[in-house]
């Protein structure tokens, strides 16, 4: 049985991975669904389901979104089928790995990009003029934590999402005095079919995945707030953004070249079980590294520069209180490798104090 029997949620991209879980969340709290995506049979097998389990009703509609107006196309439908749509969530994306200049293919960069940024644009243009007008709705937009820093073997990728992250907060500033709401959310890379897809399955990125029903719960809640953004997952993610927000834009494109460069097949033992401490080294590195950017970066500031500093300072240090907190829990649940983590920590430090100090020279 519905329990918001007038209430509709259109979700892009809900055949697989975080959209199919974003997509049972909101059938199990009785939202009728509009599911697009091109894997058809899997759609209509979703909306079985979700009509046993929940009482639900689903409208599938089969289209490639990344064909010339497909959004204009999706919303005809969606008006001829005499619905109203209260959620938007713009989840249908791909990615695609390789260097721009010499190994990416340019037809499915044009795909790629009409996909990510085009008919995401047009699906907001079209379904938020109708909330607007009832003064209601909300929309969730894809992002990524790459949409705040580069990611070189993904450029294009990483580009279209600084762009989802960008035009949906001005959207929230043009929207603030509605009760319309628009969140991005930024998920670091997810256990989906994402990488495979992408051709970048065999990456280091890929060792350490979240858990894409955790990020889509984590987007549902703030969604439903009506939160600005949402960065899923633990201190990690968050200090990825902290660090974002100070690092210089070459550190941040070297660390993230780290983590798009093929796997090394053969891991040692020892290797393997360093990688939990090597998580923690790049969270440390990270509170640190942004300390010492702020520290750098002050004392060559005007006053005006430094009234900056000090707002950033203060997020920074919240982060580090959170990492040293849980640092500090599994020294006490005996992780012993922790010291690895804190050597890697001060390396990383002692490149970002070469790069200030070149940079202020
Ligand atoms: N996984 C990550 O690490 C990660 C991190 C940050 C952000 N994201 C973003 O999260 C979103 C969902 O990705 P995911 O990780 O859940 O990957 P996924 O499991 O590969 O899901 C992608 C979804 O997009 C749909 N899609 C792809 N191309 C399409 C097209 N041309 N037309 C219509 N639908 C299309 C797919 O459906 P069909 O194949 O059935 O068409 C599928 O439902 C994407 O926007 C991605 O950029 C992912």
Redesign the pocket.
């Known amino acids: 049985m519905t329990t918001k029997e007038s209430k509709t949620a259109l979700i892009?991209?809900?055949?697989?991975?975080?959209?199919?879980e974003l997509a049972k969340l909101f059938a199990k709290d009785g939202y009728n669904l509009v599911l697009?995506?091109?894997?058809t049979d899997?759609?209509n097998e979703l909306g079985g389901r979700f009509w046993d389990e929940y009482g639900v009703e689903t409208t599938v509609i089969t289209?490639?979104?990344?064909?010339e107006d497909?959004a204009q196309d999706v919303y005809n439908q969606v008006k001829a089928k005499n619905l109203s749509v209260d959620v938007l969530v713009n989840?249908?994306?791909?990615?695609l790995y390789g260097l721009f200049a010499t190994e990416t293919d340019w037809e499915r960069e044009k795909?790629l990009i009409h996909?990510?940024v085009l008919t995401t644009t047009q699906m907001t243009k079209l379904f938020l003029k109708e909330m607007v007008e009832r003064n209601e709705g909300k929309i969730l937009n894809?992002?990524?934590?790459?949409s705040i820093t580069p990611m070189p073997l993904m450029a294009v990728?990483a580009a279209t999402?600084a762009y989802i992250y960008n035009f949906t907060q001005s959207l929230i500033n043009e929207l603030k005095d509605t009760n319309v709401s628009v969140t991005a959310?930024?998920?670091?890379?997810?256990?989906?079919?994402?990488?495979?897809?992408a051709g970048a399955s065999n990456t280091k990125v890929t060792e350490n995945?979240?858990n894409?029903a955790n990020v889509a719960k984590d987007a549902y809640n703030a969604l439903m707030k009506g939160a600005p953004k949402v960065i899923p997952g633990g201190l990690v993610n968050k200090a990825y953004e902290v660090m974002s927000y100070v690092a210089p834009q070459e550190t941040m494109a070297g660390m993230m070249r780290k983590n798009m460069e093929p796997k090394v097949e053969a891991q040692t033992a020892d290797e393997k079980g360093n990688k939990a401490a090597l998580t923690w080294g790049i969270g440390l590195a990270a509170v640190v590294l942004a300390g010492a950017a702020i520290a750098l970066v002050y004392a060559n500031s005007s006053e005006y520069d430094k009234v900056r500093y000090r707002y950033k300072a203060g997020k920074i240090k919240s982060g580090a209180d959170d990492v040293y907190g849980d640092v500090k829990d599994s020294l006490l649940s005996g992780l012993n490798s922790i010291k690895d983590a804190v050597s890697t920590a001060k390396e990383v430090v002692a490149k970002a104090k070469e790069t200030f100090t070149e940079a202020l020279a």
């Open positions: 892009t991209g809900a055949s697989s991975g975080i959209g199919q697009v995506a091109r894997s899997v759609l289209k490639d979104l990344s064909e497909a989840d249908a994306g791909v990615g795909s996909l990510n894809l992002a990524s934590l790459v990728y999402k959310l930024l998920p670091n890379a997810t256990d989906t079919d994402f990488f495979n897809k995945l979240d894409p």
